[in-house]
């Protein structure tokens, strides 16, 4: 079935650091991607998405490029703030398979040391 | 101001005893649905509804149970079926069904604690 990979965290970075979080998936059809923000003690946000290929999703600082051929979708910022430090998840929606479910990978832990 | 509400935050329980948490929303979205989250875990997920009256079981259900008497209410109750019920627990919602980018909204969760 469906699935998401993402690389396990924690990731510790100093500010300003340059950031990478590696996302995979595996799909049938043709998935919208997303990834989502949870700060400590809150639910999720969207934080950007992409609904096909070569999409490019971006939102404040934060990019990801829908890669068909290699089938991921990482995150990217230029330079990170003490105030991104979160969880970060990757999702998928495929319609062909799992009729509006969305499937969350495991997440990311970021801490953004000052 | 719309949004999804939950409650309570925090919720303490006792071995045995069944527990309803609330998730109310006012985005006017037809699907709801209800995540469980542990530490270090993603999000798994327990019954979703596409419409009033109707839902279905996602991964997890056994121990769960919920209903959808209204569009803007979803409310899940644990019972004592459930074996490790302490968790955290988000309600979401989705204003379409059957389109590609099925963005979800979520609340801010209620964290339930067995005692």
């Known amino acids: 079935g469906d699935s998401v990979t993402q690389m396990e965290g924690p990731v510790t970075l100093s500010e300003e650091a340059f950031l990478t979080i590696n996302c995979t998936y595996t799909?049938?059809?043709?998935?919208?991607l997303f990834w989502y923000v949870q700060y400590p003690g809150e639910g999720l946000q969207l934080l950007l998405k992409a609904t096909k290929a070569d999409d490019k999703g971006s939102n404040k600082g934060f990019e990801a490029t829908y890669r068909k051929e290699t089938t991921s979708f990482h995150l990217e910022k230029g330079s990170v703030q003490v105030s991104d430090s979160a969880v970060y998840f990757c999702?998928?929606?495929?319609?062909?398979?799992?009729?509006?479910?969305?499937?969350f990978g495991p997440g990311t832990s970021l801490s953004v040391i000052p | 101001d719309g949004g999804i509400t939950q409650s309570p935050k925090y919720l303490f329980r006792k071995e045995g005893q069944n527990v309803t948490l609330s998730c109310e929303q006012n985005?006017?979205?037809?699907?709801m649905y209800w995540y469980r989250q542990d530490p270090g875990q993603g999000l798994r997920l327990i019954y979703y509804s596409q419409i009033v009256n109707d839902f279905q079981k996602g991964d997890i259900a056994e121990g769960y149970s919920v209903s959808r008497e209204k569009k803007e209410s979803f409310p899940l109750t644990v019972t004592s079926a459930q074996k490790n019920p302490t968790a955290f627990y988000l309600c979401?919602?989705?204003?379409?069904?059957?389109?590609?980018?099925?963005?979800?909204?979520f609340g801010p969760g209620t964290r339930l604690t067995v005692l």
């Open positions: 979401a919602s989705s204003p379409l069904t059957g389109v590609p980018d099925n963005e979800q909204f």
């Open positions: 799909a049938t059809g043709y998935p919208s």
């Open positions: 999702a998928l929606s495929d319609m062909k398979t799992s009729y509006d479910k969305v499937i």
């Open positions: 985005l006017n979205h037809d699907a």
